[in-house]
């Protein structure tokens, strides 16, 4: 998101030439750049956005994505993988679904979501197929190596596990908060 | 963009549940963010017609109205709208009704007066967004009907979809029909208009003309006769009112009508105000006036475009906005209706720059279908009605389209990518129904791209719409089959057995958030050069944090303000600070933070020992130093090997007095990237010996300046290799001791790997040491 309206920039060097990052999309760049594959790797990381904070939403939060880059990854990998986390972290008894989507950096696009049998499906993040043109931009042949990413908010995953409804709870360090955990 | 579930079935027979239907939307990638069964929720809701009006005795903003429900009889209603007239027919929530919001009405008192029900306004029943005053319905009504049959409305299902910026043909039912008559496997037409042509042709009748063709791919211009401008049917307004849109006029309804069912957007002319009968489309020179339909006067740059008249006056903003002088207005007779392709770059900049941004002007943005001009001029006929009819012929004007592309699509590439076992066969059984039509060739297919999907430029593209019309769910999960394994890397491994460490040790993580208010590093004791942020949201977050410090501290502030104290935290995070030399990015490092309030220095000494012990650092010294912010003696420098990584001690007690703390505090600050990169962790064992050991305790007076670190080093040389251990067990001042001196006593084990010492030899240790200390410290030996 470069749009100013979005981001939070620094004062540092050209005017409005550094800024904090808004997602933690660019570090699959630098991994493809400075790794050869087959790639394999998890980044979470702390991100920035010009949000007013409220119950949902804070300037400061946690995003986490995964890049796999390797010959013949497929979308059934990537759904597959979805799947094997979702019911790694939540619970056997929870499925995940994929449902097209639209983000500029991969394709085919997909938003998944998860539910606990009965329940509502609810959308946790998103991913796809790396790009053929991102690939490319990282210095990799996309008729050679083919992956997917995946990428979600940690801090929303942290309140629907244990039933936080506010989002700046997590920032308060309220010490009655704090002993809980 | 909202869709009706009727408009829907003039385009396929969609058939299932609106719940279903509502899914395989979502699947085909149009998630449902609302749904809504209109006509259901009217019930209960009757035509009344207002008898009369007066001001409640007691309430300047509630009126006494008096409504004829439908039996005659006089119906008293407490009402806070006052845009009714005696004779208007209005909607009336009966007694017992639900409401859309789930709002039960019943009889009761508003300030001492009864009412019978509640008078509605257009968004309380769903019917558009008004909320301003009560709907006032048309003059045929009668009270007593039912809303619902009064105003034509069935029982219907709106859905409210989420259309991604890839799917310009989504932003038409007809776009949307096509994708859920694909998923249902039915048929999918777009009904040919009935429409008559009568009189002159229209090239007799106007003129256009494209001059700047990389604004506009093609302009189309019809004339449109036989209209009187009047309001709309009520089933048109009804369904561009349910799609969001404000019924005004038939001519404008039925463009909007038009725009919302085929994705093409119009604008039409009074063809009377058009000088010359001409249109011609160039880019507007800098500085060029108009006044828009709004009234407002507007300056354009050379990057805008307008299409202007025979006297080369602009008349309208091209895909934004058209001009008020050739409005329609009750007095046209003829319509010149211009439907165009603009090159969709010109137009989001132009409708972001001058703020005016419309559905017209989105659609524009994201690519419409220049092919369906034609049908959708002759359907905006066939909707003003049996009366109006067009002039034969259009005036075609093509500047610069987009090529139509062409792709080839390797069916080893769709399988290679999706996972799946499809061929050619399948591939073109998925492709057709959305209107990518293909031919086989070789091991491939060679794909047109239909012109409605201007999103589609690549191989990669098509494949996603494979996978999307296949359907997501039906692609197998499977894993990848790597040989790799996951690890994480050591810095990674250290930074999960700090935090495990020290909570063990019983601290609680804090994770404040890292921007700071200006002046509260200055409070902190640290130096005023935090980064700035440019655009903050709120002063109060607008220093980046060059040290965990001042955030920890503020966490103090808050808790005791809310009486709770003696908080034993800690933080790992980055802080952020200027560089020596100028860099690419600012120095972004992490540090570890503790704080223990209502803790000495004492305390914290041990938090640091059981993390060092941890992490495998068994060789630090705590060295007498205190940097800004820390208690002047209280505090120590930590060096590892060597190098200085951290501080522990005390809070200065004037810092804690500017963050309000009424607790001492005692805090450790360590960088970790300096200190994870000193070697550690590997531990070799270290034989001890069987061989049984002497202790010898030695107290020596000293001065008060002389440290009790420099005594014990001075013993630890002195005594060599044969002293395991070294402890100062004592410090003590006071009668027999003389003032300015005080009395330091050690006790020393002596043990050899290889044998029992001597008591010679014990012997002769304890008097060199003796001697050395004597000698270098004037120390007196005490017994």
Known sequence: ?181 | MKVLLSWLKEFAPIDGEPDLIGEQLSELGLAVENMVRTGEHLEGVVVAKILDLRPHPDADRIQIVEVDSGDGQPLQICCGAFNMSPGDFVPLATIGTIMPNGMEISRRKLRGEWSNGMLCSGAEIDLGDDHDGILILGSESEQGTPLADSLGIESDVLYDLEVNPNRPDAMAVAGVARDLAAYQKIPFKIPVPKVSEKGKDVSEILKAEIISPDLCGRFAVRVIDGISIQDSPQWLKNRITALGMRPVNNVVDVSNYVMLELGQPSHTFDLGCVTGSEFKVRWAADGEEIVTLDGVARSLTEQDGVVADGSDLPIGIAGVMGGVSTEISESTSTVALEMAWWNPAVIAKTSRWLGLRSEASARFERGTDPEIIDMAMQRFCELLGPEAFLSPGIIDTKGHLPAGDKIKVRVSRVNGILGTDLDQKDILQILDPIGFKGESVDHDIDVKVPSFRPDTSSEIDVIEEIARIYGYERIVKTVPKSKTFGSLTLKQSDCRLIRTTMVGLGLDEAMPIPFLAPGELENAGLESDGIKVANPLVAEESIMRSSLRPGLLKTLTYNESHRLTGLRLFELGHVYRQPDKFQALPDEREQLVSILAGSEAGEIVKIWSALADALGFDDYELITDSPPGFHATRTSRIEVQGVTVGFLGEIDPSVLSLFEVNERVACLEVDIDDLLSIPHGHRSYAPFSRYPSSDIDLAFEVDEGVSSNEVKKCLQEQAGPLLVDIRLFDIFRGEPVAEGRRSLAFKLRLQADDRTLTNVEVAKVHRECIESVEKKFSAKLRS
């Open chain 1, 1 to 181: 998101a470069r749009d100013m309206y979005d981001t939070l920039y620094v004062e540092y060097g050209d005017p409005m030439s550094t800024l904090l990052r808004t997602h933690t999309s660019p570090v699959q760049i630098r991994v493809m750049e400075e790794e050869e594959p087959p790639i394999y790797s998890i980044m979470p990381g702390r991100v920035f956005r010009s949000d007013t904070a409220d119950a949902t939403h804070m300037p400061v939060f946690h995003q986490i994505e995964a890049l796999v880059v390797d010959r013949d990854i497929t979308f059934g990998d990537l759904a597959g993988t979805i799947e094997v986390f979702t019911s790694a972290y939540f619970g056997k008894d929870f499925e995940s679904r994929l449902r097209p989507s639209y983000f500029p950096f991969t394709e085919p696009s997909a938003e998944f979501d998860i539910r606990h049998p009965g329940g509502k499906w609810l959308e946790l993040g998103g991913c796809g197929m790396v790009h053929p043109e991102v690939l490319k931009a990282g210095g990799l042949d996309p008729e050679e190596w083919q992956g997917f990413a995946f990428g979600f908010g940690l801090d929303r995953l942290a309140l629907m596990r244990h039933e936080i409804d506010d989002l700046r709870e997590l920032f308060r360090n309220d010490y009655r908060f704090l002993a809980q955990f």
